[in-house]
């Protein structure tokens, strides 16, 4: 049985990172929404409560009766989950006077605590509360003060049940991994045995017992996720497996034929179906972002589900949904910016049983695995790509002439990512054509033709990114390239937005 950490989930931005910090501890967690607590699984070592966007005396707040798991786990309360305890058991939370928001250092830490074993006075932390604890209940005793948070950590007298103020997840938080190492490893005995190796041997047994000699579909996207999962599945049930790789038309330049031929030197039982025409014939005209999307999410499942009957006695759909994908969805705050729907529907129209068996990794973890498993590192490592493909990235209607330029600017721009070192160092990185127009002049002629968007940027999850600083001198190389090669464009940008508020797409 693979023990765990139960991170209760209190609608904080930085609870999936405290996931990933646990995994990179060797040790399995699962992000639950804080009232599921599984109460009857023997495998929970420990607890961790995240913060909130809430404060604990709002009306909408998060509740929790720890009641159910005080005395039972190791329990290590953060910011808001410090706070509910602290309240909970007759402290008092109030509205700091400024806003605690920063870097900020421990300058009195007790030594004998287990939690703060190896971590020296001054150690840097990240604050982010608008409220603070300004005392604690009677039985707790604080463990770590900075000048301006008193309580900046505590723990219940005798009891394993320890709350901090501050994110130790955070990578600002310089102590932070000790922290959790403290907690995770000393304090609830993790034998530190999750990793990809152990991951692969424990999942290829499950799947190998849960679909026994049953015939298994795929839809291969070329991206990293469906690639490792069907790589997984073919190491499990072999011949089982068929995998069916769409091509509506939108990818990018030989995408189709290399990934293909990629798939086949995998040793993957891979159909290639060229559905190009259907697509360009169905978003002829059509200009709104939203139907764009939601044409070639059907179309794809049309196709895929045409396909997948050909094959007899098929029982199982198989998916590369990741951890964050499922996390987002159980989200309790979230809300849809976009509908990223590439299969979405697909099980409920196919009546398939659905497996999925890389629901519980994180994106650095499914690349680990992809690793392990002997795949190359240029399909493990290759940038995220929307499920639609080009159409988001072309704005306004589409065309196989539009998709054709943007193809030659966009191979232009990634080849001279790679080719200059920095493809590894940007999170994902495409061209954008652009609905204008502009006057340019080449040799003695005055030209009236199309700009493209370059954009490019780092990101950790693709939930928030940054716009990439990539240098000068390089992108004086491509906007002239593709001036000078792709016919019909004079004017390349470059977008430095962010997101928040921009987006990574631009439809
Ligand atoms: P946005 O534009 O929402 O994109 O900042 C976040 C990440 O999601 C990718 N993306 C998609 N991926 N199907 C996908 O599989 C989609 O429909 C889709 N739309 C956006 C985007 O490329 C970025 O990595």
Same mark, same amino acid.
């Given at each position: ?82 706070? &509910? ?7 008092? =939370? ?49 463990? %770590? ?59 290829? %047994? %499950? ?93 794809? $499942? ?27 969805? &159980? ?36 690349? %680990? =695995? ?9 399909? $493990? ?93 390089? &992108? ?32």
């Amino acid at each position: 049985m693979t023990e765990k950490i139960i991170i209760l989930d209190f609608g904080s931005q930085t609870t999936q990172l405290i996931g990933r910090r646990v995994r990179e501890l060797n040790t399995y967690c699962e992000i639950v929404p804080y009232n599921k607590m599984p109460l009857d699984d023997p495998s929970v070592i420990g607890v961790i409560l995240s913060g909130s966007p809430f404060s604990v005396y709002d009306e909408k707040a998060f509740k929790l009766n720890l009641d159910t798991i005080r005395g039972r786990y190791p329990i290590l309360g953060i910011c808001y989950g410090a706070q &509910l305890i602290a309240y909970n058991n007759g402290g008092t =939370v109030e509205p700091a006077n400024s806003r605690e928001y920063g870097r900020a250092n421990l300058g009195f830490i007790n030594h004998a605590d287990p939690l703060f074993k190896d971590i020296e006075s001054g150690a840097q932390v990240w604050m982010s509360h608008g409220d603070t604890i300004t005392s604690i209940p009677a039985n707790f005793h604080t463990i %770590a003060s900075t000048d301006k948070v008193p309580v900046a950590a505590y723990r219940a007298d005798g009891e394993q049940l320890w709350g901090v103020q501050f994110h130790p997840e955070v990578f600002h938080s310089t102590c932070g991994m000790q922290l959790l190492q403290n907690f995770v490893v000393d304090i609830c005995h993790s034998r530190q045995t999750w990793s990809a190796a152990s991951f692969i041997e424990t999942t290829v %047994a %499950a799947l190998k017992e849960q679909l026994g000699s049953d015939k298994v579909v795929l839809g291969l996207s070329g991206g990293v996720d469906s690639s490792v999962a069907a790589v997984l599945l073919n190491k499990a049930i072999g011949k089982n497996l068929t995998c069916i790789f769409v091509d509506h038309g939108m990818l990018r330049k030989d995408e189709f034929k290399n990934v293909l031929r990629d798939y086949q030197c995998l040793g993957l039982n891979v159909i290639g179906v060229d559905a190009s025409k259907k697509f360009f014939t169905e978003l002829a005209g059509v200009t709104d972002p939203e139907r764009k999307r939601k044409i070639i999410g059907k179309g794809f $499942i049309d196709v895929f589900d045409e396909e997948a009957h050909k094959i007899k006695d098929v029982r199982w759909l198989a998916q590369g949904t990741i951890y964050p994908d499922c996390i987002e969805s &159980l989200s309790i705050t979230g809300t849809t910016i976009k509908s990223h729907h590439n299969v979405g529907g697909l099980p409920e129209k196919m009546n398939l049983r659905l497996c999925e068996p890389l629901r519980l990794l994180f994106k650095d973890e499914v690349r %680990a =695995v992809g690793r392990e498993l002997g795949m190359p590192d240029h399909l $493990i490592k290759r940038h995220p790509f929307p499920g639609p493909g080009l159409a988001v990235r072309i704005l306004g209607d589409i065309t196989p002439e539009k998709v054709a330029v943007l193809q030659e600017a966009d191979h232009i721009f990634i080849q001279g990512l790679r080719d200059w070192g920095l493809y590894d160092q940007v999170w994902q990185a495409g061209v954008i054509l652009l609905p204008v127009q502009s006057v340019g002049v080449m040799g003695d002629e005055r030209t009236y033709e199309r700009a493209v968007a370059l954009r490019a940027v780092t990101s950790t999850d693709a939930m928030t990114a940054d716009w990439a600083h990539l240098p000068y001198d390089f &992108l004086a190389k491509v906007s002239n390239d593709i001036i000078n090669h792709v016919r019909g464009v004079n004017r390349v940008t470059y977008d430095i937005s962010s997101k928040p508020p921009s987006t990574i797409e631009w439809e």
